[in-house]
């Protein structure tokens, strides 16, 4: 059987930049290893898997590894697929999640996530993370993934993470996000996961669930502009909505394909 495929590059509006993720329309469920085995083939951060009937649109997201709660960049990736290339007619999307109901705004060329606010609290830090790391971090945090305040923007650029050490820890499905007030933007920060195929993620929607509301606290501000501060970059619009956050970005079609399934 034929299936449709779309590579998207989200969080940019320039091919080659922000985070790639796959999107497979389907007609009706696969096998969980079925999906798993098409993500380790695409060999993308994500792929994103959805059915779509008269009620809602039930969106599955999987790395090459396993499949995950909540996802951002492929979220958008799968809204951009739907919007541009289906024609879906509304400007507001809402999946059916792990994490519950999403729902996906466009306005004006962005799409706008609306996740749920994942509020860090004060954490110790492991030890192997604390090896792993060339340098410490001025607080710790931590929601689902750990959130590791530091001083300045140089400092996010220059981390570099010992992966032997670093691969020690289980997150299960969370990560470390290193993060510092920007120099030309309200916050930065990067994203690293323990033994996954990709050790850093390019730019990850869901960490901001977590950095929204700390940099808003912190800011006092309710808007803000973020980069992602991996090779290819990206670009996020932030906003704290209290227990929501939006998290909004850019998106650009690389390719659309057909891949067969015996």
């Not at 083939?41 to 994500?46: G, H, I, L, S, T």
């Not at 649109?57 to 996802?71: A, G, K, N, Q, Y």
Request: proline letters at 5%.
């Amino acid at each position: 059987m034929d299936y449709t495929i779309y590579q998207v590059d989200a969080f940019t509006d320039t091919l080659f930049k922000g985070n790639p993720a796959c999107v497979v329309p389907l007609e009706k469920w696969l096998d969980d290893s079925i999906l798993l085995n098409i993500a380790k083939e695409n060999a993308v951060p994500e792929t994103a898997f959805f059915v779509k009937n008269d009620k809602n649109i039930h969106l599955r997201w999987f790395t090459p590894d396993i499949e995950m709660d909540l996802c951002g960049h492929a979220t958008l990736a799968t809204a951009h697929v739907i919007k541009r290339h289906l024609n879906y007619p509304n400007n507001l999307l809402s999946f059916r999640t792990l994490s519950g109901e999403v729902k996906v705004e466009v306005s004006k060329n962005k799409y706008f996530l609306d996740f749920p606010s994942r509020i860090p609290s004060k954490a110790k830090l492991p030890v192997n993370l604390k090896q792993s790391l060339n340098i410490k971090p001025k607080e710790v945090l931590k929601s689902r993934d750990f959130v590791l305040i530091y001083n300045e923007e140089k400092d996010i650029r220059n981390i570099i993470i010992d992966r032997n050490t670093f691969d020690k820890i289980d997150l299960g499905t969370g990560g470390v996000i290193v993060t510092a007030a920007g120099e030309k933007v309200d916050f930065v920060s990067r994203f690293f996961t323990p033994r996954a195929t990709l050790l850093e993620d390019p730019v990850t929607g869901s960490a901001h669930c977590s950095l929204i509301p700390f940099w808003s606290s912190f800011l006092k501000k309710k808007k803000m502009e973020a980069l992602q501060l991996s090779k290819r970059g990206g670009k996020l619009y932030c906003e704290n909505k209290n227990d929501r956050v939006l998290i909004g970005g850019n998106a650009r079609t690389f390719f659309k394909g057909k891949f067969q399934i015996s």
